[in-house]
């Protein structure tokens, strides 16, 4: 088990085992969104939405009164307006949110296949790198996946949109539980009631499941075999791999769960050694290939043959470069998108060898902690949140240029996003966070305050709208505003 925070050493046993296991569900997660194709088409899908922002709309001008640009009566925003909430239809049908909430995005009409394809196409080939320093290479659809594709279903489930947030949320359960349960039994402690823990978000995706497959059999190899088939079911055919609007992840775990029938969920599963989980994981593939003819290994050779070319490592280097954290150029706008394009390279050089790692990671940390590092520290953020602190992730993301660099990204993005829907009193309280985040506020360093600072008025191109966000959230650090 990892450092325990101070304010936790009086915590029972019993907690420090719950909170260790909370910690790798939220790394699963992390895993999911680098390492599915289905993270990589939510965060494509984020990033274009940001893109159109910096683009359309004229940040070096922009003030307080223009916020939130949803309400804003000025002409100049309805552009920007309309195909923002065009594309977070689609991302929310994709991801999962209430019924209601899609309804509202979707009243005014729809993409369609072609131009999103191609606007995410286009937005990869114009922020990402090609090999050589050439233009990236996408794959190339024929011309009857746009004509005759069969209608893409939006899923409804308890008043949810069904989509990739259940599969998500339920498969870093089952890791969580999993591990938690198996520490427990080697502490000596009670067993652990599963039941408590699969309800609500975390078991609408195991409901689906079970219908499908319509296996009787309850228990550690059904879950793990549900958390694997959500794992096949996030990376399958979705964008950059794939056009879009083909099949939603809720459409793919039916398919497969239904594949599924016959196959034997009486088989033990050894849960904390890689090689059976590995074994396992295999059989489960073959069984879906045999039936639906689905070839599960194609996606990650895809990924990598658009993306093999990246490192994180050198990717991160060529970003923020050598000197001063707070004195460099602010992040070109296209960073987040390369950063994120490295990752999911190096997520699919490992899911290659090790596909068991992203169905069900805790096997890996449970059965040798260094082993698990030497996977999840290729692919690891630079910093984490613990104590509602950042902290360094590894040793070798310990420098303030990382620091910097997580800070400027996470702002960026927050920024981007929250003009469309924040007033700027709302948007002042979440980006103090980040500060809040960077040291307790009676210790937050000057240094600490201008990496701040400069994400914020460098998100807004140090317009005026940058210069009050900076005094609205110093005012809420208890912090001299920048001059």
Known sequence: MGAVPADLTSTSLDELLRLNSMLLHERHHWLQHVGTSGGIYNSLLLNIEAGYVASMCDMERLTEDDLPLMLSPAKAHEDLLAVWEHVEAVRRSFFGCRIGTYRELDRSGSLSTRFLTEQLGHHLVKSVPGPDGGE????????????????????????????????MEFSARVCEILKLGVDRARANLAPLDLSRYLVGVYRVAYDVFLDGCGTETRGV????????????????????VAPAFLASPGQRLIEFAMA????????AVVIDRPDDVRSFVEGIHRHIEEEIGFSVGSVPKVVTGIFGHLEPTAMAASLFGPGDAAERPPLPDNAPL?????????AARIRIDNPEFFALPSAAYMHDRPYFHTLFDRVAPPVIKRDGLMHPSRQETASAQWLAFSLELAVHADLLRGIIYCRPEELATLLARHG???????EMSDFHARLLFGAILAACHHGPLGTALTRRVAALLDREPPA
């Not at 390369?338 to 190096?346: D, P, T, Y």
């Open 136 to 167: 990236l290479r996408l794959p190339q659809w024929p011309d009857e996946l746009f004509r005759d594709r069969p209608q893409y279903l939006v899923l409804q489930h308890r008043g949810w949109a069904f989509g990739a947030r259940h599969l």
């Open 221 to 240: 190899t059904t879950l793990v075999a549900a958390a694997v088939v959500c794992d096949l079911a996030l990376n399958v055919i979705h964008p950059p």
């Open 338 to 346: 390369r950063w994120l394009a490295s990752l999911w390279a190096e």
């Open 436 to 442: 809040k985040a960077l040291s307790p506020d009676t």
């Open 260 to 267: 599924l029938k016959g196959f034997d969920f009486t088989q």
